[in-house]
């Protein structure tokens, strides 16, 4: 950190001198332009090259074992253009595991191949995806993917579990793309800026992201959970309770989003309110299920469980709800 004092001219300009070293290094001479924004915090950000067109980020991945992982990771921090590359010749399965990650990544293209390299490129544009927008998007597949999954239990439809699993990719697709986002808003106060979006608010993004992403892998497993049933239904009494409690947990869980989202303290605190009643729902689901065949009354208590982790989640989501500032 380097100290320097504010000063004053006659007219009651205060100004500040800028470090040497710093001006060299990015250009900045007498008559230079500079652009000034002032962040929430209070702080005031100095842009040199304010007016220049970004360049895209590249970097070359040598393919390995971890190949997959490796351009998952780059794509999340934020690289446009990402080229694999090797000395002779890309195996026909290295093709295939770049050609997988780039349909799990959005956005992700393959623009450039031939034997050596193949070259992919992000072709988003950041400015034109919010967050928000994404994150509403992230939560409104995971609550169908919910709620289709307990109705496939309920009703024994093997079809509609199928589809609850089909759609995980999508959510999974859509937390890399907002990991990606809050990244590149980090490190970039000019976009911040303009999506309204600033870097103290992207880890509650990031952990809300990870929470939604996390009720849809749930409500996967239930739907697996329903397929192993093969058709069989729960009986009334059972189906009832399991709908009941099923009601609640999605109320909390949509309760949950929308404070977050709306920085609503009020509605935040009645999702933490239900937590003695799903309690209570959840031991009288599972005391039903003794009656039921024991193979059936596992699944089931399997079922409450992660039925359970997704009210938790959304107690979790309501307690990063934060008041709106004046």
């Known amino acids: 950190m380097e100290l320097r004092r504010v000063q004053k001219t006659r007219g009651g300009t205060f100004f500040v001198t800028l470090p040497k070293d710093w001006a060299l290094r990015n250009g900045v001479a007498q008559g230079s332009v500079v652009s000034t924004s002032v962040t929430p915090d209070g702080r005031l950000v100095i842009d040199p090259r304010y007016d220049l067109e970004p360049t895209p980020q590249t970097i070359t991945v040598k393919p390995s074992e971890h190949l997959s992982r490796e351009i998952i990771g780059k794509y999340l921090l934020g690289y446009d253009i990402i080229r694999v590359e ?3 010749r890309i195996s026909m399965e290295q093709r295939e595991i770049v050609k997988e990650a780039s349909r799990r990544l959005i956005g992700l293209e393959i623009i450039e191949e031939d034997y050596a390299k193949i070259v992919l490129q992000c072709l988003l544009e ?8 994404i994150l509403r998007r992230e939560h409104l597949i995971a609550s169908g993917m919910y709620r289709d999954a307990i109705t496939a239990l309920i009703e024994g439809d093997a079809q509609l579990a199928g589809s609850v699993v089909a759609r995980d990719n999508e959510v999974d697709r859509l937390y890399f793309l907002l990991v990606r986002i809050l990244r590149t808003v980090i490190q970039n106060p000019d976009l911040s800026e303009k999506l309204g979006v600033y870097p103290i608010d992207c880890l509650d993004y990031r952990l809300t992201a990870s929470l939604v992403e996390s009720v849809g892998d749930q409500s996967s497993e239930i739907a697996e959970y329903a ?6 239904k729960p009986d009334g009494g059972v189906a009832q309770s399991l709908s009941d409690l099923h009601k609640v947990v999605y109320e909390s869980y949509t309760d949950a ?10 509605i935040a605190e009645t999702v933490r309110d239900k937590k003695g009643n799903v309690e209570d729902m959840c031991r009288k689901v599972e005391s039903a299920s003794n009656s039921l065949p024991v193979e059936t009354a596992q699944h089931l208590i399997s079922v409450i469980s992660l039925i359970g982790r997704i009210y938790d989640h959304s107690v979790d989501i309501s307690d990063l709800t934060t008041p709106r500032t004046s």
């Not at 950041?126 to 927008?133: I, N, T, V």
């Not at 397929?227 to 069989?232: P, Q, T, Y």
């Open 86 to 88: 090797v000395k002779d």
């Open 227 to 232: 397929l192993r049933l093969n058709g069989a």
């Open 257 to 266: 989003l929308a404070a977050f989202l709306s920085r609503s303290i009020s």
């Open 126 to 133: 950041p400015s034109a995806l919010p967050p928000e927008k």
